[in-house]
């Protein structure tokens, strides 16, 4: 792993090549986990730079632990087909 800040600094760069094809409030930074905390930082360095800013961002954490299996969830209502 490089050392800090080398990761965000590579984030910046692609952020700068990014904005060259597309406006800032059509990108997404989306991050799951530990790259939750860079994607965070990400923009918080935008922001001290005074570069735009993403127009979304997303932080996920999927990690969950249980002791019983999962259960399948349908989004579009209940798993019974009520």
């Known amino acids: 792993m490089p050392p800090f800040p080398a990761a965000l600094d590579d984030l910046i760069a692609v952020h700068r090549a990014v904005l060259q094809a597309r406006l800032p409030e059509n990108i997404v930074v989306a991050a799951t986990s530990a790259e939750g905390n860079l994607a965070a ?6 922001e001290n730079e005074q570069l735009p800013l993403t127009g979304s961002l997303v932080l996920l954490s ?6 019983r299996p ?4 349908s989004l579009a209502g209940s798993s019974n087909g009520t």
Do not use: D
């Open 41 to 46: 930082a990400l923009i918080l360095r935008l």
């Open 62 to 67: 999927v990690e969950v632990t249980s002791t």
């Open 70 to 73: 999962a259960t399948p969830i």
